[in-house]
């Protein structure tokens, strides 16, 4: 009886962590998700404060998938394991929990990688679909302050958003940005000064969850 209580409780715990997605079912599951699930604020709880983000519609798979990590409580305990000093702050399993599956990349011109932008990190940089990590992203802290000139391909409120909050329009087209900051830029100013050793990597651990608000 007891061989048996135990191998239910594996059972059950299994199936409560089931992330992935098979490849081939991507599409079909996070849009299918998407149409039932139409939340699209959340708050990434740190000890440094709270950050509000807003999902973007015009990224639906991206945007399906992170909600359904988080409902799922893939994000419960979760660390910012990467500040890159000036530019973004990246959190989520880590290379040790890596999910066998990736998101099409949903780029949108208008979607760009200003201060605040949300994105997806990829697993892998030979990746000619540039699909996303359906785990590891980023918030841009900061990035570079542009001339006119960098941006003269950009329309006009767009240059004019990189001039005024900078960012990191190198990323634009190589990564998907799904959703932005509302709410806590200072505490996104906070982590971004974390002490940090070689890699990037934090001296000191930076956890935190993500609640879906509405």
Request: glycine share 8%.
């Amino acid at each position: 009886m007891k061989n048996y209580l135990l191998f239910l409780s594996l059972l059950l715990l299994t199936a409560c962590h089931n992330y992935t997605i098979d490849q081939a079912e991507v599409t079909k599951t996070l849009t299918e998700f998407g149409q039932k699930n139409k939340e699209t604020r959340l708050k990434i709880h740190t000890k440094a404060g709270d950050l509000t983000v807003r999902l973007y519609d015009e990224t639906p798979l991206h945007r399906a998938n992170f909600l359904r990590l988080v409902k799922a409580g893939y994000y419960d305990d979760r660390e910012f394991y990467r500040i890159v000093s000036g530019v973004a702050v990246q959190g989520g399993g880590g290379m040790g929990d890596q999910l066998k599956y990736t998101v099409p990349a949903e780029f949108r011109p208008r979607l760009i990688h200003k201060k605040g932008a949300l994105a997806m990190a990829r697993y892998s940089e030979k990746n000619p679909a540039k699909a996303s990590s359906p785990t590891e992203f980023f918030l841009i802290t900061k990035g570079r302050f542009y001339d006119a000139e960098e941006l003269k391909n950009y329309p006009a409120d767009l240059c004019n958003t990189y001039l005024k909050q900078g960012g990191e329009m190198l990323y634009d087209g190589e990564y998907t940005v799904f959703g932005e900051l509302t709410e806590g830029f200072e505490v996104l100013d906070k982590l971004a000064k974390q002490p940090i050793t070689e890699g990037d990597k934090p001296l000191r651990a930076v956890s935190f969850s993500v609640e879906v608000i509405e």
